[in-house]
């Protein structure tokens, strides 16, 4: 039995830890959050900011953990690769491989030395203003700090500069161009810089613009498109000599060409996993997590299954006090996991979240009309 750290206590972590659970190590949790779910619910759990390198180091020394596994989170995965400086734990990129990617401003440079397909990046003095921008913090989360200008000015640009730095832990934003299209993530697994399962997803943002919150399994996503970006990722696994393991991306696809938009390396969160669980019936959490125990990934697995599933975030554009849910058609209701309580004041996005579910549909059709309600936001109503 091994012992092993789990550095996050969210609940997207959850299918993590029950994976490393099933098979037989001894798993601590760690996070500052003391209310998170698996901070509350199990056993062993380590209250600390793991953010801080010294501290995460010495609490590591001190149980003395055969294996650390990054959680649901950009800051999780960094904390890992800075604690893995010395290259004592696997299935962890470098730290200088980990900034490239996770830093926009730095991945954008990379990409664009690569050939890899990624909007084109700006510097403030030779801006151009006759086209849609987009302003970024290089290395916040959930939409924060991210502004559209449409019609760019000089003094638009710099208000959004300010307000980009200001939610940035580095004080630092990019500028680049304002691409459009259909947003999709693509998941996958490397072995030896090669791609062994992939999983195309379709992303909504309802409550709010910047931050996904509706998504649903693509089955027969464009072969040729597929086939460029398994392309993209090999060539940037080969560049990068990217350990085994997930490599995450969001793109935006207009119908002719592509666009990287985001690239981590870490398990997205809302229960991504567990929709292509449900969905293809492929165990992505066990696979996200098997590199970190020093495990090989499965060369072969049996993707039979195609369910239809929805994923979609209950949040808000507004902020509201909560007293009940009313679904306002009705849905087979696969899974539900409860994110506030009644009475609770619900923040607008990314604030706050009120839960999380998972819709089954049986048929195609059915999945497309459920989709498209919950796009129009009358899937259900939150009162108050």
Not at 108 to 127: L, N, Q, T
Not at 134 to 163: C, H, N
Not at 282 to 301: D, G, H, I, N
Not at 322 to 340: C, D, K
Request: net charge negative.
């Amino acid at each position: 039995m091994a012992k092993v750290l789990l550095v996050d206590t969210n609940v997207s972590s959850s299918p993590i830890y029950k994976f490393l659970l099933r098979d037989g190590h001894q798993v601590a949790v760690i996070g500052g959050n003391k209310n998170d779910y698996l901070a509350r619910s199990t056993p062993w759990y380590i209250e600390a900011d793991y953010s801080d390198h010294d501290l995460l180091e010495s609490i590591v020394n001190e149980y003395d953990f055969d294996y650390v596994v990054p959680g649901c989170n950009d800051r999780s995965y960094h904390a890992c690769a800075e604690l893995n400086s010395l290259g004592s734990f696997s299935g962890i990129d470098s730290l200088e491989v980990t900034e490239t990617i996770n830093n926009k401003q730095l991945f954008r440079a990379f990409a664009e030395a690569c050939e890899i397909p990624v909007p084109k990046v700006y510097d403030s003095e030779s801006c151009p203003l006759n086209h849609a921008l987009i302003v970024k913090p290089v290395d916040a989360f959930s939409g924060r700090g991210v502004s559209i200008l449409q019609e760019p000015t000089t003094a638009r640009l710099s208000d959004a500069m300010d307000y980009a730095r200001s939610v940035s832990r580095s004080s630092s934003c990019i500028i680049e161009d304002y691409v459009t299209g259909q947003l999709y993530s693509h998941s996958c697994f490397i072995q030896r810089n090669k791609v062994l399962f992939e999983f195309v997803v379709e992303e909504h943002s309802t409550a709010n613009p910047f931050v996904v919150d509706t998504s649903r399994v693509v089955f027969d996503f464009s072969p040729k498109m597929l086939e460029k970006l398994r392309f993209h990722i090999e060539e940037m696994a080969h560049a990068l000599n990217l350990v085994d393991g997930l490599i995450h991306t969001q793109f935006m696809f207009n119908g002719v060409d592509i666009w990287f938009i985001e690239v981590t390396r870490r398990c997205p969160g809302d229960l991504y996993s567990q929709l292509i669980e449900m969905s293809t019936g492929v165990p992505y959490a066990e696979f996200y997590a098997r590199p970190f125990l020093s495990l090989p990934l499965p060369k072969l697995f049996s993707q039979n299954t195609k369910d239809l599933i929805l994923r979609h975030t209950m949040s808000l554009s507004v902020e509201v006090g909560l007293e009940h849910l009313r679904f306002n058609v009705p849905i087979l209701l696969e899974r539900m996991y409860p994110m506030a309580m009644i009475g609770d004041r619900i923040q607008q996005s990314p604030f706050s979240r009120v839960a999380l579910i998972f819709v089954r549909a049986s048929s195609q059709t059915e999945l497309d009309q459920l989709f498209e309600r919950t796009l129009r936001r009358e899937l259900y109503s939150v009162e108050q």
